[in-house]
Structure formats: structure tokens, C-alpha cells
């Protein structure tokens, strides 16, 4: 079966500078702790994702494309990863400016500054360069993904968007008639509702919200 637009799909992926080899994200655990990586806090094992839908970067979520499950290497420029660097986000910001807030910055800090995350590259006479490119900007890409399989029940559909969207583990969800009824610990937001059913109906159109 290959693999169309908003189809659910599981896989596992190791990712990787291709320059300099290193692994800036995983799914395996034990790969994790080999390499020094492991995260207590971060959830190993396979994940499900939407098909372009933008779960994963642009040229990964392309190439998926008319694959079939197994294993694969690909490959991907800046342009189709995380973007080319840009020189305008590289900031000169007065240290005042920091000392305001009671943030005192050192090279490797990150700064959230009107919304925007960035990295302090040096501090001196009174000035703090920070690099707002994502950290990955301009690097190639190499990952080596195995596709487990593409999920057909609507119930792990369901239960795969409301993860990707609001990171909810614990849905109940009844499926009667094609309509879906989600019963959830805590309660969804307002807003997050709509995206939800707006991005149901893209996906999962066999069903519907109750």
C-alpha cells in the first residue's frame, strides 16, 4: 500500500547532521542513552503522523510520498528542512536591555524576544549578539526512517490527532453511525476545539465529531 496525502502513518526515525553525523533527534531509547542523548522527560518509541500535514519538516513529510512501509534513508537540503540562515536574525541588543528584565546573558543562552527564540552567540562591551535562526538552519539533513505500517482505524486516527494537537494520551472515543463521541479528563478549549474539527474533517472525513 503506498502512502497518500493524510494518510496515518507509524514510524520510527533517527535524524542526523549530515556534516558532522551527530543525532539531534531520535525515537529510539536506547540509541538515546547509547549516545548521551536520553531525555526522562521526552516519550520514546514509534509515532503516528498525518501525512503533509505538517508533523514533520517540509521535505521529510513530501518524500513520504508514494512509499511503501520498510526502511529508508533521506536525504535534505536547507530548503527543505529548516530554511537557509538568515543574517537579519542576527541581533545586536544593548546588555541593558537584559539587565532590565534581571537576565544576565552568556553565549549558549536562550532568549525568547517578541516571540521569537534565539541563541546568545557572544557578549561584550556592553552588547549581546543573539542568532534568532533556528538552530538548524542551513545544515543538511540525513534521516534513516522505518515505516511500521499506515494506521486504518479511526479510533487510533482520533486518537493520534488529539495527541499531535494538544498532546491528550487519555480520550475516551465511541464511534456509532460515523459519528465520533470523545470524552475527555479535562475539558478542551474553546479554540482548540475548532482546530480539532477542522482538522478531523480534512483527515478522518469518514467521521464525524459529536
Do not use: W
Amino acid at each position: 500500500m503506498k502512502i497518500k496525502k493524510n494518510d496515518f502513518i507509524e514510524l520510527e526515525y533517527t535524524a542526523r547532521i549530515k556534516q558532522t553525523n551527530q543525532i539531534f533527534d531520535l525515537t529510539d531509547e536506547k540509541l538515546a542513552k547509547e549516545n548521551n542523548l536520553y531525555n526522562s522527560n521526552a516519550r520514546y518509541g514509534p509515532v503516528i503522523i498525518c501525512v503533509e500535514q505538517h508533523d514533520l519538516v517540509p521535505g521529510l513529510d513530501h518524500a513520504l510520498i508514494d512509499k511503501e512501509p520498510g526502511n529508508y534513508i533521506i536525504e535534505l537540503d536547507p530548503k527543505e528542512a529548516f530554511g537557509m540562515r538568515n543574517s537579519k536574525l542576527i541581533k545586536i541588543i544593548p546588555i541593558s536591555n537584559f539587565k532590565k528584565k534581571e537576565i544576565y546573558p552568556y553565549p549558549g543562552l536562550q532568549v525568547n524576544r517578541d516571540n521569537m527564540l534565539g541563541i546568545v552567540r557572544s557578549v561584550s562591551s556592553g552588547r549581546v549578539i543573539v542568532d534568532f535562526n533556528h538552530p538548524l538552519a542551513g545544515k543538511d539533513l540525513v534521516y534513516n526512517i522505518k515505516i511500521n505500517k499506515v494506521i486504518d482505524g479511526n479510533k487510533e486516527k482520533i486518537n493520534a490527532l488529539l495527541k499531535m494537537l494538544m498532546n491528550i494520551n487519555d480520550a475516551d472515543i465511541e464511534i456509532k453511525d460515523d459519528v465520533a463521541a470523545i470524552s475527555l479528563k479535562k475539558g478542551m478549549p474553546e479554540e482548540a476545539q475548532e482546530e480539532f474539527k477542522n482538522m478531523l474533517s480534512r483527515t478522518v472525513p469518514a467521521v464525524k465529531n459529536a
